[in-house]
């Protein structure tokens, strides 16, 4: 059985913890208008990155798309790029009706999950619908000593129902942004109690067991994955290929290249290009990068690469046939959006502020 508070202590619970954020509230940009456009960017960025970096993406993003209507008539390749680094990447051409609350109580709009619709219309809008993340499941473990995984039921559950039962009617703004502010600032990981305002009520706390809580799942095992990318270069452009629009990393561009399975590294990227149309032959190994993702570890192997007879981009481009490629200055590919792991790769050979630059690359 969880802790069920009585309802004189659930007031004192959500007084004390209102009050505490009325004096403890950081200045967020998107705390000025409380828009539902601006509280649904910061919601999504903000589940893809920590907040000082947020914060960085947020005002980068609203500088140059400041309302919806922006978003909707700026090219796919623009949005990408200015949303590159955030890991998961928004729907485009949302319109503005799907902003009007009506339209989000159906929470079946397109690009927008139950979490991001509820924090629009609890935080935008003020309806008495309750905001949950890993914040406020970190608060209530503890408030209510939850013994079992917090996302996993009857837990997950019940921290709804009690959420939504300490809900102040007309007061979801700031009690949703207040429980996920403590849950940031003070009953982080490492819990400081002393500076919480709901400590003599935390059952947890009580009991000594704080640092227990939340009771963590048992994690899968990492998936390690290895890859393998060609760097090649023609008439001082680099060639890059554009992933399919569904998918990890939809419609964006990197250096081709494929999974690693059975065979060397080598071997694969060579097979894997000839399968393509063209052959190459290997110049040089230009180094790994790592990459997390999900539950994998990515391990992607760059080579550089030179077509094996010399051919010009207009006869690899028809060797390529249908393949969605591109060839790019490559002093332009900060310009184009990239899977981290590539844009890492890209940056150390062709951002002009470091070196090596391109006509150092191993010939």
């Avoid at 004096?23 to 967020?28: E, S, T």
């Avoid at 980068?60 to 390749?77: C, D, G, I, L, N």
Wanted: charged fraction near 25%.
């Amino acid at each position: 059985m969880f802790q069920v508070f009585p309802q004189r202590d659930a007031v004192a619970v959500t007084d004390a913890l209102l009050g505490w954020f009325s004096l403890h509230k950081r200045p967020l940009p998107w705390r000025q208008h409380y828009t539902p456009y601006e509280v649904w960017i910061s919601e999504v960025m903000l589940q893809q990155t920590q907040m000082e970096r947020g914060v960085t993406y947020f005002q980068r993003w609203m500088k140059r798309f400041p309302h919806v209507r922006a978003v909707a008539e700026a090219t796919e390749e623009e949005i990408l790029r200015y949303w590159e680094g955030l890991g998961y990447y928004p729907c485009h051409g949302i319109a503005d009706a799907s902003f009007r609350r009506g339209v989000l109580h159906d929470k079946r709009v397109p690009g927008l999950g139950e979490y991001t619709v509820a924090a629009i219309l609890g935080i935008a809008y003020g309806q008495d619908i309750v905001t949950i993340d890993a914040n406020v499941e970190r608060v209530f473990s503890r408030l209510l000593n939850i013994d079992t995984p917090v996302r996993k039921k009857p837990a997950s559950s019940f921290i709804r129902q009690e959420a939504l039962r300490f809900l102040p009617k007309g007061q979801a703004r700031n009690y949703n942004q207040a429980l996920m502010e403590l849950g940031a600032l003070v009953c982080g990981k490492s819990p400081r109690c002393s500076n919480c305002p709901l400590a003599r009520w935390c059952v947890a706390h009580s009991l000594g067991l704080e640092k227990e809580r939340p009771v963590a799942e048992a994690r899968g095992s990492i998936i390690p994955v290895t890859s393998v990318h060609a760097v090649l270069l023609c008439e001082k452009q680099v060639l890059l290929f554009q992933r399919p629009s569904s998918g990890l990393w939809g419609n964006m561009w990197e250096f081709p290249g494929t999974v690693v399975k059975d065979l060397s590294e080598r071997e694969t990227l060579l097979r894997y290009l000839e399968h393509l149309g063209i052959s190459v032959d290997i110049i040089a190994p230009l180094g790994h990068v790592q990459h997390g993702y999900t539950n994998h570890k990515l391990t992607a192997h760059f080579f550089r690469v030179a077509t094996e007879p010399p051919l010009d981009m207009k006869e690899i481009s028809l060797r390529l046939g249908s393949a969605p490629h591109r060839f790019l200055p490559w002093t332009e590919t900060g310009t184009v959006a990239m899977p981290a792991h590539h844009r890492k790769m890209a940056d150390r050979y062709f951002l002009k502020k470091r070196r090596p630059r391109a006509e150092q690359l191993p010939l």
